[in-house]
């Protein structure tokens, strides 16, 4: 199945272009995966005499879910139908409800492929085309379920590159100029498995093993309750030992996820005839190609978990036009978490800067003291809430200890603490063609957006800030989050600096009017409101 010419293409009439099928082969791998699903119901009748509702329905369910999933792949192959034109990707498909789906080729922003195990055993893969607006749920998505791997990656040459020179043929060589700018690592596996998400992981495969056990008949509580003498242990001990290998467990259940999720893993920028992609590929058993057109990437965002700061742990995504942002496994995620410096030397590649000129490597302009003395009063101010409520339930309940309000008190350090770890977290600047701001306390990000991509300013300045003569300036654009903030600058340099970032953009609504703190409140404008207040309701 090969993609037809652009040249061909442009000399037939959109009606004319014939509808294309998905792959057959997609129907006996659905059918043979159907069949697997029947064995765990077998076995489980014939090694339990009796096998009770506890057994039956489980392995039922499986059963029931793996032959229902053949019959609507099926039925899914006969009534979809796709093609593409000059301008144009189609989709039909619906049994009850038709739907006929089009996607304008020049509003395609990522092409991925992913395959999951039954997929590549014969030889398929999934083709997702979306536009990716921000903000969406993936609806705009278009997805071919399954085509064969040639089928593809011509496709998705096609899509990204929109010439004839890189379908004909159906070699399947890419063109040249790829650079890679990262593989995995295998120490990144310490990065990935201490987290909350290893005690649900443990408590899923616990969960799984027993009803696995009991379905042929196998006491696990009975054998676990026989290793040793839980009585005599008493129950901090006990305690301690099923909380150690619960976690044990957890931790090789993340490890061994990681492992399946990220084999293989390469991030390459692969140069086509008209500009270039932003390539990642990974999987074991299921497979994830994704392809980002370099022309629309605006910047790097790098967070840092605060939990596991101390690790060097950081997360890196792209700050692109048309990229989803809501998901689990976000086409702007372009490398598996891992330590901070790679982070920041492949962030460096990627906007093609040498690493001393690279965003992140530049210290950042601090924020004033009076930004954490803000902090600080937040800090104070919700302490005082939280032990006010404890204080009036522990009146209000009986049951609860008069002391209770206690405990909202010894939140007054954590509190002062992340007080101070927000200030420190906060940093704004501009090195080289890149705007950079940082803030955050769970997770301190720091966000580099390319200067040309700053379509807009907002001003906000509260109450509070006025009084400690601070302002909050936040970037707006088309890419990413759709707007990044640097919080609490000192007020006087806020206009400054926007001009400094865009000269001309906020110039003209702001002109020669000085910005000073006012005591006012910015509710509204008032003939005594400060000019950067007049200015915020002007700008914003």
């Not at 954490?372 to 809430?385: E, H, K, P």
């Not at 950079?436 to 001003?459: C, D, H, K, M, N």
């Not at 006025?466 to 990413?480: D, E, I, P, S």
């Amino acid at each position: 199945m090969t993609a037809p010419s652009e040249t061909a293409r442009d000399s037939t009439p959109v009606a004319e272009i014939p509808w294309r099928r998905l792959d057959a082969r997609i129907i006996w791998v659905d059918g043979l995966f159907a069949l697997l699903s029947l064995v765990p119901a077998g076995l489980a009748l014939l090694v339990a005499d009796e096998p009770g509702a506890s057994t039956l329905i489980p392995v039922l369910a499986v059963a029931v879910g793996g032959v229902v999933g053949a019959a609507r792949d099926t039925l899914r192959w006969v009534k979809t139908r796709y093609r593409l034109t000059e301008e144009l990707v189609e989709l039909r498909t619906g049994l009850l409800v038709r739907q006929h789906r089009a996607l304008r080729r020049e509003r395609i922003r990522t092409v991925s492929t992913t395959a999951r195990l039954r997929h590549r055993l014969a030889g398929l893969r999934v083709l997702t085309v979306g536009v990716g607006q921000p903000g969406a749920t993936g609806y705009e998505a278009l997805q071919l379920d399954a085509v064969t791997r040639t089928a593809a990656d011509e496709l998705r040459r096609e899509l990204l590159a929109g010439s004839a020179e890189t379908v004909s043929g159906g070699t399947g060589a890419e063109p040249p100029g790829e650079r890679v700018f990262a593989r995995i690592r295998w120490s990144w596996v310490c990065y990935n498995v201490f987290s909350v998400w290893a005690l649900v992981t443990a408590a899923g495969l616990l969960w799984g093993g027993y009803w696995l056990a009991q379905s042929f008949g196998f006491d696990a509580a009975g054998f676990v309750a026989g290793l040793v003498d839980w009585r005599a242990l008493g129950p901090w001990r006990t305690g301690a030992i099923a909380f150690v290998a619960v976690g044990a467990l957890g931790v090789l259940g993340m490890a061994v996820a990681f492992v399946a999720e990220n084999w293989a893993f390469r991030l390459v920028r692969v140069d086509t005839p008209t500009g270039a992609v932003l390539r990642t590929s990974q999987g074991l058993f299921r497979t994830r190609e994704v392809n980002r057109d370099v022309s629309r990437l605006r910047g790097v965002e790098i967070s840092e978990p605060l939990l596991w700061r101390w690790m060097g742990m950081a997360d890196t995504n792209v700050i692109s036009t048309g990229l989803t942002i809501w998901s689990m496994t976000p086409a702007t995620t372009i490398l598996p978490r891992g330590p901070i410096g790679v982070a920041r030397s492949v962030a460096a590649r990627v906007l093609d800067l040498d690493a001393g000129a690279s965003p992140f490597a530049v210290p950042l302009r601090r924020h004033p003291v009076a930004a954490l003395r803000r902090r600080i009063g937040w800090a104070t101010l919700v302490t005082v809430a939280v032990t006010g409520l404890l204080a009036w339930l522990g009146g209000l309940v009986a049951a609860l200890p008069s002391w209770l309000w206690l405990v909202g008190v010894g939140l007054l350090p954590l509190a002062l603490g992340a007080a101070v770890v927000a200030w420190r977290a906060l940093g704004h600047g501009i090195v080289g063609e890149y705007l950079v701001v940082r803030s955050g306390l769970v997770s301190r990000s720091t966000a580099t957006l390319a200067r040309p991509a700053v379509i807009g300013w907002r001003l906000r300045q509260s109450v509070l800030q006025r009084r400690l003569g601070l302002a909050t300036l936040t970037a707006t654009t088309a890419a990413g989050h759709g707007q990044y903030a640097a919080a609490d600058m000192p007020a006087g340099t806020v206009v400054d600096f926007a001009e400094q970032v865009v000269p001309g953009l906020l110039a003209p609504l702001v002109g020669d009017v000085p910005v000073e703190p006012s005591p006012v409140s910015s509710a509204a404008p008032s003939p005594d409101a400060s000019p950067l207040e007049e200015t915020c309701h002007r700008v914003g």
